[in-house]
């Protein structure tokens, strides 16, 4: 109570709270800007002064108004204050504010390193807790740089809470610092059989993030995934993994048959639908990548789309839309099985939610065929029709267009149908994509000869009709179809019934309303139907008319010429001049139609998008280089002025350029045809795609002899639907035809022995209405094939494409906080170590007194000595600590003393020695692998590792590694098995067979193989001798070489790292079956904790609890051992108590980690 | 995930957590663009929409809106299960939480989402677990707030 009271009394002292602020702000709703104003102002007071309380206050108000988006990047610092803070309450608002408002950009982030390492290390797993998951959220390149080492060995952390955590932000710290992913990798990898669930989940995150976006390196991974996979009843772990899975089979396919048993057994047995829906998406992933090796997986197929057709019958709005979503990527490999639910899929299309009604519209884009693309199509534009709300019509309308203009106009078999198509869709009103339509009018007119006779029938139609299509002028509405139309008359107009009707349609005073880039065309392709009219006026000898239509256009074209648009003006006002001049030749009675024509003579071909940018640049042809030499600055200075006062000039040259007689014309047209033609940079159309057009029979094949498909004159508006009609007519009259045909055929054949076809109809029976030539788009002659540049280069997760197999260098190692940096550096480290230092100067008699309370405190929480001296007195261990705590500080002394030696001395050393001041002295690089045998060629370096799932088996990973120029095969690897161990090999191979190494070696590459060998006893060490026989193979000769080896099985490969709780281990010990045993090391001058890191990774041991200069250490053997050590340093003598229940193995265990001391 | 989002019906922000980073503006503008977009749709829709190169899910719990991004391989139902998770447990923690406990204890529903996700992956998928580790925060605030009264007493 009397607590209440005092801390009400301290809020008030603040001056406003986080509650009053929010309060404030939701009273101030008409004039919020300002009172937050004013609010911002007194947090720049707040954080002004010295109590830490009231500045976290303030900060914390300042994330509430950042999330407001208010700008608070000016109190970064202070939030770095908070941070800093050694209340966890504060704290723990610092971290958060940090994670809201930092960037990679903010500054002061530079300033924090030292802070979170201090944090990360904090005996308080709260504390660690939040500097962790803040720096989720801001870790920039340097940061992970400089922390990660401090990160990795909190993967190991005794609280799985720190643990999980840890591993999941390596994930964020690979991305930023891809160096620290191989160094980090094998302790990532041994997280996944983290005895602690959470943590076992993390690292099966972090692994399958990273796997799915390098796939090809973490296939090794694959069995222990497999496993995982059919152990775990996690839903959430088994999603990852299937994922990741269906990430890895497309590099593997023996993988995914493997893979279809489990999965098609939990798309049966599982009830939850997420997971389901992964493995059906699983199923199919792999199925596409198995498709072209084994094509009978038809059960697991119609079992994914049986299970798809469930959800897309679900009420469930959400699972309707996955069910689509997945059926989509069926569609792609298994069209035929997605095919049959046409029916759900058409139903879906009346759905009333549109994301799923766009869902099925993708899914009958993959489903069309020639037999069904015209009902598709026919039902797409019943529901243009009743669709409401233009967005979702627009989307109808460019999927009518995609589906029928996919992979060239593949499905089309009638063009007159798909004229009429786009004919209608011009119907509709208020569409943005009047352009699309414009442009696949165009594209097909001009591709597909034969049906240039109907498109331009139609589009006359069009323009006749075309105050219904201007309702609507803003750019991009349907109006834009007049431009196609326009055109594609006045370029064909040789087919056209009525030219002059309709040059006197595009001439109608109501055209100058329409945008003036459709003017434009209309402009000029009135000057094409001219020439056209002339010559047929000409040919009838009928000069009257001839000379009515030029009134016509004299008449006319003025209104043009007075346009604002300069185009159309300038067109206008071309083609009025020569249209007059045209006049006096035919007052004069002299035929012009001839020449008129001429202007536009020649055919246009379609020139492919991209065909500018694929001609190659010729050798020799620097476009950079300058073709003149370069003006001088001060010339184009002077030129500037003058080009203001040269306007008329134009004007002039325009004049002069018309009254240009024809006959001059036609020379100049003559002599740029030469230029172009000797112009190799000029595209003009090559001599192939010409062949195609002078090819005889295009022309001339129109229609095919059935009269049912030549063009319907309906007045007006075409019908598409009735297309339909004939189109089956057609076909089935066609069938009959051809089962006449076939029957005879059969009679024929009968005697050659061949089965004719006769199933139902395919594809491929289907014949066109027209016989089309879909002219293909022209490209440069020597163009590239395809240019990749789809490639984002910004991807983060490029970096990560690391091998991670390869044993680690020592390059490689995490970069460590040496205590006085080294003389090589770049900029931006030298940066941060001259703000390190300043601060940890500062800082260092206040953490020195915070340390030792919390070492205080840790003691009273851990007491791990207990479980060691089960029998002693709390009086003796209280002076033992006292004693420890005087030894302690003596080590200190002296290792600082060292510390100052060594510098002296030995600065060349490597980084072990290098100022060892601090416990939290990063680790050196370490590799479990070691040199198994070595000559000229090849050198082989080995690993052996257990696994609790068999406790008679050991798995020995040898890297082969090709030294020679020459490429290694046939490798094969051979043992002579002891009674005790034995290599496995396969069923059929005789007891003294050598394994073949199932890959072969290229010059320098290296390449890790798996051996898997059988043991009866562990507690003694092995050596078991070997050959490896090879031949190399270069370019002359090959010859047979061999090289012998010693597999040593040591005792500690037979142990597994195994993390222990404490508890757990305070029974083992005081259950009394373990038998004792103990070691000294003498002359041991690395800092404790790299001592603990080696003895973990090179002897398989995990650290159970650690308290200053003394640990206690736990691992277990494959046959189950629990071996246990206590270690204590102090003055350069380590001493390690043992103790396990088979008192050889320990004896050979620590005979082994002598043997590793003695080395270094 | 790359970023989750909390908004109230009227559009207001409750919560932002960004997994990837990104510039204030470029936030500024997902956040309007997606809060407009997802206010848009109507009840009967179902929670998955496409926008630029990921995926969204959202779902509206009462008068709020629970919107998270993922990419394209992620799977949009267990994302669903996620932000249902997350409401759980504000519930959990809150007793039937409304959106005026977000507003008034915004720090609260951060710290809590931060023990259950971490780098937009769940960290936790136990409720049980990211309850007891923010009960134990907080008794950990607790205890540091009081020992700071009776420090600020006696000083």
Not at chain 1, 548 to 559: F, M, V
Not at chain 1, 846 to 860: A, I, M, S, V, W
Not at chain 2, 119 to 126: D, H, L, N, V, W
Request: net charge neutral; charged share 30%; with cysteine.
């Amino acid at each position: 109570m009397a607590l209440k009271i005092v801390k009400g009394s301290i809020d008030r002292m603040f001056d406003k709270n986080l509650q009053d602020l929010v309060r404030g702000i939701r009273n101030h709703k008409e004039d919020e800007a300002k009172y937050i104003s004013t609010c911002i102002d007194e947090i720049k007071q707040e954080l002004k002064q010295d109590n830490i309380a009231v500045k976290a206050n303030a900060v914390c108000k300042l994330t509430y108004l950042q999330m407001l988006g208010y700008d608070v990047s000016w109190a970064a610092f202070n939030i770095v204050e908070v941070m800093s803070s050694s209340k966890f309450t504060y704290k723990r608002i610092g971290y958060l504010a940090a994670s809201q408002c930092f960037h990679e950009g903010t500054d002061v982030i530079m300033l924090t390193t030292n802070q979170i390492r201090k944090d990360l290390s904090s005996p308080n797993q709260y504390d660690t807790g939040v500097a962790l998951t803040g720096l989720s959220c801001f870790v920039t390149p340097d940061l992970a740089r400089d922390l990660a080492n401090d990160i990795m060995t909190l993967m190991s952390h005794t609280k799985p809470y720190i643990r999980k955590k840890a591993v999941l932000i390596m994930y964020k710290v690979f991305l930023k610092y891809p160096e620290s992913l191989r160094p980090a990798f094998p302790r990532l990898k041994e997280k996944l059989e983290d005895p602690d669930p959470g943590v076992q989940s993390a690292a099966v995150n972090v692994i399958c993030e990273l796997a799915r976006r390098n796939p090809k390196n973490y296939l090794s991974l694959a069995p222990l995934f497999f496993k995982l996979m059919t152990s775990s009843t996690n839903n959430w772990v088994l999603i990852k993994i299937i994922k990741l899975f269906g990430a890895l089979t497309p590099l593997e396919p023996r993988l995914g048959k493997k893979l279809i048993e489990p999965l098609t057994n939990l798309i049966h047995s599982t009830s939850a639908m997420s997971l389901l829906y992964e493995c059906v998406n699983t199923v199919i992933a792999v199925l596409i990548s198995l498709s072209s090796g084994m094509p009978n997986h038809s059960a697991s197929i119609q079992l994914c789309v049986q299970k798809l057709r469930i959800l897309i019958e679900d009420s469930d709005q959400n699972l309707k839309y996955l069910g689509l979503l997945a059926m989509s990527k069926i569609l792609k490999t298994h069209p035929k099985s997605v095919q049959s639910h046409k029916d759900l899929i058409l139903q879906c299309l009346d759905d009333k939610d549109e994301s799923i009604r766009l869902r099925a519209l993708d899914l009958l884009y993959g489903m069309v065929s020639k037999k069904n693309l015209m009902e598709i199509v026919k039902k797409l534009m019943l529901h243009v029709d009743k669709a409401e709300g233009t967005t979702y019509r627009d989307e109808l309308l460019t999927k009518i267009i995609d589906i029928c203009s996919q992979s060239n106009y593949q499905y089309i078999t009638n063009f007159e149908w798909y004229i009429s198509i786009l004919v209608e869709l011009t119907r509709l009103e208020g569409t943005r994509h009047g352009h699309l339509i414009a442009s696949q009018m165009l594209d097909v007119a001009i591709r597909v000869k034969a049906i240039r006779g109907f498109a331009v029938a139609q589009m006359a139609t069009l323009l006749d009709n075309a105050h219904l299509l201007t309702g609507n002028t803003q750019r991009n509405g349907i109006c834009e179809v007049l431009y196609a139309a326009a055109w594609i008359c006045g370029e064909f107009s040789e087919h056209l019934e009525d030219p002059m009707q309709t040059l006197e349609a595009m001439l109608r005073p109501k055209v100058a309303t329409l945008p003036g880039h459709i003017q434009a065309v209309y402009v000029q392709n009135a000057a094409k139907l001219f020439a056209t009219v002339l010559q047929k006026h000409e040919g009838e000898t009928d000069s009257q008319a001839a000379q009515e239509t030029s009134q016509l256009l004299i008449d006319r074209l003025p209104l043009f010429v007075q346009s604002a648009n300069l185009e159309v003006q300038e067109r206008a006002s071309c083609i009025l001049q020569l249209v007059k001049y045209i006049q006096k030749l035919q007052q004069k009675n002299v035929e012009v139609a001839e020449e008129v024509t001429a202007l536009f003579a020649g055919e246009l071909n379609p020139v492919a998008p991209k065909a500018q940018k694929k001609v190659p640049i010729p050798e020799g042809l620097d476009l950079d280089a300058w073709i003149n030499e370069p003006p001088s600055e001060s010339e184009s200075e002077d030129e500037k002025p003058k080009v203001v006062f040269a306007k008329e000039e134009p004007k002039h040259y325009r004049s002069r350029h018309t009254e240009v007689d024809e006959k001059e014309l036609a020379r100049r047209r003559e002599v740029r045809k030469q230029e172009q033609a000797n112009n190799p940079f000029y595209i003009k159309a090559s001599p192939s795609s010409q062949k195609v057009y002078d090819a005889p029979g295009v022309e001339h094949i129109p229609v095919v002899q059935i009269d049912l498909s030549v063009p319907l004159k309906v007045p007006g508006m075409p019908m598409s639907d009735q297309y339909l009609k004939l189109e089956e007519e057609r076909r089935q009259k066609e069938k009959a035809e051809r089962k006449k045909k076939e029957k005879k055929k059969k009679r024929e054949k009968r005697g050659k022995g061949r089965k004719a076809d006769s199933g139902p109809e395919s594809e491929e029976d289907i014949t066109p209405a027209h016989q089309v030539d879909i002219v293909t788009e022209e490209m440069p002659e020597n163009a590239l094939p395809s240019d990749d540049d789809d490639k984002d280069p910004n991807d983060p997760h490029k970096a990560l494409d690391i091998d991670l197999d390869k044993p680690l260098a020592d390059s490689e190692k995490l970069p460590v906080r040496t205590h006085r940096p080294e003389v090589l550096k770049s900029p931006a480290e030298d940066r941060d170590s001259k703000s390190v230092p300043q601060e940890t100067k500062k800082k260092s008699s206040k953490e020195k007194k915070e340390k030792k309370k919390d070492k205080e405190k840790d003691r009273k929480q851990i007491k791990p000595t207990v479980h060691w001296f089960p029998v002693q007195k709390s009086s003796k261990h209280k002076k033992k600590k006292q004693k420890k705590e005087k030894e302690e500080k003596e080590k200190k002394k002296k290792k600082r003393h060292h510390h100052h030696h060594h510098h002296g001395d030995a600065g060349g050393e490597d980084s072990v020695q290098n100022g060892t001041v601090e416990e939290e002295e990063p680790l050196p690089p370490m590799s479990n692998y070691s040199l198994l045998a070595e000559n000229s060629y090849i050198k082989m370096v080995y690993d052996i590792q257990g696994n609790h799932q068999d406790e008679s088996k050991v798995v020995v990973s040898v890297i082969f590694e090709n030294k020679s120029d020459s490429f290694l095969k046939s490798m094969e690897f051979n043992v002579l098995d002891s009674l005790n161990s034995k290599l496995q090999r396969p069923e059929g191979a005789g007891p003294h067979d050598g394994l073949t190494v199932p890959f072969q070696l290229p010059p320098g590459v290296s390449n890790e193989a798996r051996f898997v060998f059988s043991v009866q006893s562990i507690v003694m060490p092995q050596k078991l001798k070997g050959t490896l026989t090879f031949i190399v193979k270069s370019d002359e000769s090959s010859t047979h070489e061999k090289l012998d080896f010693k597999l040593h099985f040591t005792c500690t490969s037979y142990l597994i790292t195994t993390p222990c709780y404490s508890d757990a281990y305070a029974k083992l010990l005081e259950s009394g079956d373990l038998k004792g045993s103990s070691l000294r090391l003498e002359g041991i001058n690395m800092p404790f904790h790299h001592l603990l890191a080696r003895i973990c990774f090179h002897h398989h041991f995990s650290v159970v609890e650690r308290i200053d200069s003394c640990a206690s250490m736990y691992s277990r053997s494959i046959q189950g051992h629990h071996v246990c050590l206590l270690v204590k340093t102090s003055d350069q003598t380590v001493s390690i108590d043992a103790k396990c229940d088979e008192p050889s193995l320990l004896g050979n265990v620590l005979d082994e980690i002598k043997q590793t001391f003695s080395k270094c | 995930m790359q970023f989750m989002l909390l908004f109230s019906r009227q559009g207001k922000l409750r919560l932002q957590k960004w997994y990837v980073p990104l510039s204030d503006k470029e936030k500024k503008k997902i956040t309007r663009e997606l809060v407009q977009t997802v206010l848009a749709r109507k009840p009967k829709m179902c929670s998955f929409l496409e926008w630029r190169d990921l995926k969204i899910v959202y779902k509206r719990y009462a008068s709020l809106y629970f919107c998270c991004a993922i990419e394209d391989q992620d799977n949009e139902l267990i994302t669903l299960e996620i932000i249902h998770r997350y409401v759980e447990l504000l519930d959990k923690y809150f007793g039937s939480v409304c959106e005026l406990d977000i507003i008034f204890n915004f720090e609260k529903a951060y710290f809590i989402l931060d023990e259950f996700l971490l780098g937009g992956e769940a960290q936790e998928t136990s409720k049980k677990n990211v309850l007891k580790a923010i009960e134990q925060a907080d008794l950990l605030q607790e205890n540091n707030n009081t020992s700071c009264s009776m420090g600020l007493l006696l000083s």
